[in-house]
């Protein structure tokens, strides 16, 4: 059947196939370490754009910008849930 012809109950089907099988013959870390090393150098990024601080203070910094990150998403998910909710 062609991609087009497929339904939506289908096509979540056959992408949770595919993730499996790729899964299955692939380390999941391995596969995705460049896209963690980029998101977390965004952190970086943010906190010292131009390279300035040690590097201690950077890593420093930027572990906090990323926790300041998760804890704005969870707040943001409280609040949809909360309106949801209501």
């Not at 196939?17 to 998101?39: I, V």
């Not at 998760?70 to 949809?80: D, G, P, Q």
Request: positive net charge.
């Amino acid at each position: 059947m062609a991609p087009s012809n497929l339904t939506p109950a289908e096509r979540s089907l056959r992408g949770r196939l595919g993730a499996h099988k790729l899964h299955a013959t692939h380390d999941s870390r391995e596969l995705t370490k460049n896209a963690r090393a980029a998101f977390l150098e965004r952190f970086e990024h943010e906190v010292d754009p131009d390279r300035q601080l040690p590097e201690l203070e950077r890593q420093r910094r930027a572990e906090h910008a990323r926790k300041a990150y998760f804890t704005r998403l969870a707040l943001a998910s409280v609040r949809a849930r909360r309106t949801r909710a209501s």
